[in-house]
Every structure is written in C-alpha cells, then in structure tokens.
C-alpha cells in the first residue's frame, strides 16, 4: 500500500536547522506533485511548500527565503530543509503526495522551535 513516512523533526533552538525527510513507497512518485504542510497547535493546516513534477517549487510567504523544498525521484524521497528556524515554525509538518485524483498524507513529524 502507498505509505509517506517523515522523520527529521525534533526540538531545535531559534536560528538553528532542520532537514525533514519523506519517503513515499507505494506509488509512481515521478507523477505526483509533493507538498509539505505544518499544523501548530489550535491553528488549521497550511502549506508551506510544494515541489511539481516538472520540479516547479512553491513557498508560502513565511517560509521563502529559509525553507527549501526538493525531490529525489530516484530515491523516492521529498526534503524541506529549514534554516533560521523561528518559534512560529513549531508545528506537526506532513508530507502529501497528489494528483488530480489521488492524495496521500503521511502522518506526520513533530518540530518545535524553543530556547
């Protein structure tokens, strides 16, 4: 069955770095568009990035600049390194996999950005 598994989140200290992974199994990944979407806590899911097929990328206006998104299609795999981190990063960061007719989440990673 098609599994997204992300790992990489952890505590970190404000400014500092992380690098999230993304494995996807399951599916033809060259096909779908990849995404990483964040939820803090009391607050709706967003997105923050997205990578194409065609390896098109996309940031939400509070991530440009420190957030960068990419795939290994060869691997299988979706990154979103993240630098300068800032407490307002701290969420449950999910990665997606779509088409215009399929979507497949993973379950998630914690981050939390705290001195």
């Known amino acids: 069955q098609v599994q997204l598994v992300e790992s990489g989140g952890g505590l970190v200290q404000p400014g500092g770095s992380l690098r999230l992974s993304c494995a996807v199994s399951?599916?033809?990944?060259?096909?779908?568009?990849m995404d990483w979407f964040r939820q803090a806590p009391e607050k709706a899911r967003e997105l923050v990035a997205t990578?194409?097929?065609?390896?098109?990328?996309h940031y939400t206006d509070s991530a440009k600049g420190r957030f960068t998104i990419s795939r290994d299609n060869a691997e299988r795999m979706v990154y979103l390194q993240m630098n300068s981190l800032k407490p307002e990063d701290t969420a449950v960061y999910y990665c997606?996999?779509?088409?215009?007719?399929?979507?497949?989440w993973g379950q998630g990673t914690h981050i939390t950005v705290s001195s």
């Open positions: 990578i194409t097929v065609d390896d098109s990328t």
């Open positions: 399951g599916i033809m990944f060259s096909i779908y568009n």
């Open positions: 997606r996999a779509s088409t215009d007719y399929r979507v497949y």
